[in-house]
């Protein structure tokens, strides 16, 4: 998709990593992001997400009050098979917007906020492995 506001990597499946283009979201591209997120869990298999955020730019508020609400929509179905969710954050400004999302709605599962890609896939692999 053209303009994605992020890209999907699920070669790694149950691994599966979330890339932030740094194409600023649209309505449409952010409500595109979402339900490929939300189609993550249609095998109703466990998974461990990354979302890479190295590209990322800040999104709207009302995008960041968009995935809150996601989160406690989805709150059941991330409890069932998300095993963990890391996040490649190196920016300051990123990471504030991700707590200020957690701050309208809480992360239902464990997460990490990490600074590499390689420690986002061995943080996410060890809760994989903890949860069978």
Known sequence: MRNAYAAIENKQRPLI??????????DESFQQ?????????DAKQPISLI???????????KHQQQQAQWLKDKEALMRT?????????QSAVIRWVLKAIF?????PVPYAIVDT???AEAWAEDQLMQKQ
Do not use: H, M, W
Not at 17 to 26: C, D, L, P, S
């Open 33 to 41: 992001y979402l339900n490929d997120l939300e189609s993550l869990y």
């Open 81 to 89: 098979y998300c095993r963990g969710t890391a996040y490649v954050i």
């Open 117 to 119: 890609q390689q420690a």
């Open 17 to 26: 990593t979330i890339r932030f283009t740094g194409q600023a979201a649209t």
């Open 51 to 61: 979302f890479n955020a190295e590209k990322a730019v800040l999104p709207k508020f």
């Open 103 to 107: 701050a309208l709605q809480a992360q």
